[in-house]
């Protein structure tokens, strides 16, 4: 709402007020915690930030919010994190790589399984490839 209303000046608030969250919490988490410390200061901050430009467009133009949908793509996102996180190699590398086709590969797997847009989506692009050949 707040970018289709062309009021720019309440994103720079938004931004304003979620790097000064960033920063302090930067200034408390960091000294405990490490980069671990950052990574929850950003994301606290990102956030707060889409929070806030959700409420603020939502005054703008009315749109529901899916609440239902994003508690199950939260679901599958920590499923395929936690699967993920049960790879161990002592190849860093290796470990990466794999990690990141598990988790993936599951979350892309949940999201056909819990979606039915998408479920949809998938199954004409299957049935136009079955034409095809």
């Known amino acids: 709402g707040i970018f289709l209303r062309k009021q720019s000046w309440i994103i720079m608030v938004l931004m304003i007020v979620a790097a000064a969250v960033n920063l302090g919490l930067n200034f408390l988490l960091v000294p405990e915690f490490g980069i671990l410390g950052s ?15 959700f409420v603020t467009g939502r005054r703008e ?3 529901a919010l899916p609440v239902w949908h994003l508690a199950k793509m939260v679901v599958a996102g920590f499923i395929a994190w936690w699967l993920a996180t049960r790879i161990h190699t002592d190849w860093l ?27 949809q989506q998938v199954l004409a692009l299957v049935r136009r490839r079955r034409l095809a050949t």
């Open 61 to 63: 133009v009315s749109t």
């Open 39 to 53: 990574a929850m200061s950003s994301c606290v901050s990102m956030l707060l930030l889409s929070s806030g430009m």
């Open 93 to 119: 590398v290796v470990r990466i790589g794999l990690r990141l086709a598990v988790g993936a590969v599951s979350l892309g797997v949940l999201v056909v399984l819990l979606d039915p847009m998408v479920r």
